[in-house]
């Protein structure tokens, strides 16, 4: 546990002395001494030099060996794929957006294979160095992290998608949710484990319930399932074969369909004043605002939003506020509808963090 939490502290300082360490988090300096050694020898902790004395002997001081163990997360969506490799700080050390809509074939799984294994070519890190590669999709992931069900039907990926990846690689695989992952990053990024609801708003809706800094995930590992929750009874269809569904109304592509599937695009257009963005965006939000108000009423507690939208809304928060407290009115601080603090990656950065946390634990 001392050794643990030396590397816990570690990986979030920079140069620093024994002394400091050992006043910082309440461990002796013959405790320190002897994790430091550990870590060493293990090539977690390497000597830095000497810092500056204001008198007697120089202390030696020490940093974190951050990329010693990097991991590799790799989110699949319709149109795109992401790929980042993070460090032991869950950094991205290098990160990739590649345009690629995965189909059931083996040309097509081929091509993902060689745009992985380019990208750790390219990244000159030893494959030895890799914890593992994780996947998140827009899919409900069982609990071992290898079998899929319920993907987005508008994707052709195989339900065996882990059997046919693990075959790749020498190190191992494992499969999330791309909402789930999500949120553990945005919670990780933050550095707090207060309940929260994470609203994942992306070209489908999902979610990731948030206690004690963990996911709650249900029995049937639909925790979180937001995108499924009836908005509007007999509305819109949604690709689940119901009417109604948050999904249909809140999923960015209702308003990257205007674009050619371009999100940005659209909101270059919004600030532009194009009208005809600006009514969707009015409709956009009365819709939005409807899904956060019932996850509020569910929840009581805050709202983060995130995934594509995430990157936007930071500018239309009191907007959209605004709009909540009009259904509203009992609620008096709106301050629990917050942006995403986490605006890039944070699905693939989340599944390739489970690799990280697992080896940390281990130490």
Same mark, same amino acid.
């Given at each position: 546990?001392?050794?643990?939490?030396?590397?816990?502290?570690?990986? $979030?300082?920079?140069?620093?002395?024994?002394?400091?360490?050992?006043?910082?988090?309440?461990?002796?300096?013959? *405790?320190?001494?002897?994790?430091?050694?550990?870590?060493?020898?293990?090539?977690? &902790?390497?000597?830095?030099?000497?810092? @500056? =004395?204001?008198?007697?002997?120089?202390?030696?001081?020490?940093?974190?060996?951050?990329?010693?163990?990097?991991? #590799?997360?790799?989110? &699949? *969506?319709?149109?795109? &794929? !992401?790929?980042?490799?993070? !460090?032991?700080?869950?950094?991205?050390?290098?990160?990739?957006?590649?345009?690629?809509?995965?189909?059931? $074939?083996?040309?097509?799984?081929?091509?993902? $294979?060689?745009?992985?294994?380019?990208?750790?070519?390219?990244?000159?890190?030893?494959?030895?160095?890799?914890?593992? #590669?994780?996947?998140? #999709?827009?899919?409900?992931?069982?609990?071992?992290?290898?079998?899929?069900?319920?993907?987005?039907?508008?994707?052709?990926?195989?339900?065996?998608?882990?059997?046919?990846? @693990?075959?790749?690689?020498?190190?191992?695989?494992?499969?999330?949710?791309?909402?789930?992952?999500?949120?553990?990053?945005?919670?990780?990024?933050?550095?707090?484990?207060?309940?929260?609801?994470?609203?994942?708003? =992306?070209?489908?809706?999902?979610?990731?319930?948030?206690?004690?800094?963990?996911?709650?995930?249900?029995?049937?590992?639909?925790?979180?399932?937001?995108?499924? &929750?009836?908005?509007?009874?007999?509305?819109?269809?949604?690709?689940?074969?119901?009417?109604?569904?948050?999904?249909?109304?809140?999923? *960015?592509?209702?308003?990257?369909?205007?674009?050619?599937?371009?999100?940005?695009?659209?909101?270059?257009?919004?600030?532009?004043?194009?009208?005809?963005?600006?009514?969707?965006?009015?409709?956009?939000?009365?819709?939005?605002?409807?899904?956060?108000?019932?996850?509020?009423?569910?929840?009581?507690?805050?709202?983060?939003?995130?995934?594509?939208?995430?990157?936007?809304?930071?500018?239309?928060?009191?907007?959209?506020?605004?709009?909540?407290?009009?259904?509203?009115?009992?609620?008096?601080?709106?301050?629990?509808?917050?942006?995403?603090?986490? $605006?890039?990656?944070?699905?693939?950065?989340?599944?390739?963090?489970?690799?990280?946390?697992?080896?940390?634990?281990?130490?």
């Amino acid at each position: 546990m001392n050794r643990n939490s030396i590397l816990q502290y570690m990986l $979030k300082a920079d140069a620093v002395q024994k002394n400091t360490i050992a006043e910082d988090i309440r461990l002796s300096f013959p *405790t320190v001494t002897q994790g430091l050694k550990d870590l060493e020898e293990i090539g977690l &902790i390497k000597e830095e030099g000497t810092l @500056k =004395s204001i008198g007697g002997r120089k202390a030696m001081s020490y940093r974190c060996v951050k990329d010693a163990k990097v991991a #590799l997360g790799l989110d &699949i *969506t319709r149109n795109h &794929i !992401n790929i980042v490799m993070i !460090n032991l700080a869950r950094e991205i050390m290098y990160s990739r957006r590649v345009r690629m809509r995965i189909h059931d $074939k083996a040309e097509s799984y081929e091509k993902l $294979k060689a745009t992985i294994e380019e990208f750790i070519k390219e990244s000159r890190i030893p494959e030895k160095k890799i914890l593992g #590669l994780g996947i998140s #999709l827009p899919a409900i992931i069982d609990e071992t992290g290898t079998k899929m069900h319920a993907l987005h039907e508008q994707m052709e990926i195989s339900y065996r998608l882990y059997d046919i990846v @693990k075959k790749w690689f020498s190190f191992p695989i494992i499969l999330e949710n791309d909402a789930n992952s999500a949120g553990k990053a945005e919670m990780n990024f933050r550095g707090t484990k207060r309940e929260s609801v994470y609203l994942f708003v =992306s070209q489908t809706v999902g979610g990731a319930i948030i206690i004690d800094g963990n996911v709650f995930y249900g029995k049937m590992r639909r925790g979180g399932e937001f995108g499924h &929750i009836t908005l509007y009874p007999g509305g819109k269809p949604c690709f689940c074969g119901r009417k109604g569904c948050i999904n249909a109304y809140c999923a *960015t592509k209702v308003l990257s369909d205007m674009t050619n599937d371009d999100l940005n695009l659209f909101f270059e257009g919004l600030e532009q004043k194009n009208e005809k963005y600006i009514k969707a965006w009015n409709q956009y939000l009365d819709d939005l605002a409807l899904a956060i108000h019932d996850l509020n009423m569910a929840f009581d507690s805050e709202v983060i939003i995130g995934g594509y939208l995430g990157q936007y809304i930071g500018l239309y928060m009191e907007e959209l506020r605004e709009r909540v407290k009009k259904l509203d009115p009992f609620i008096e601080d709106l301050s629990f509808i917050i942006p995403a603090a986490l $605006k890039y990656e944070a699905s693939a950065i989340g599944v390739a963090d489970v690799f990280i946390e697992k080896f940390i634990s281990s130490i």
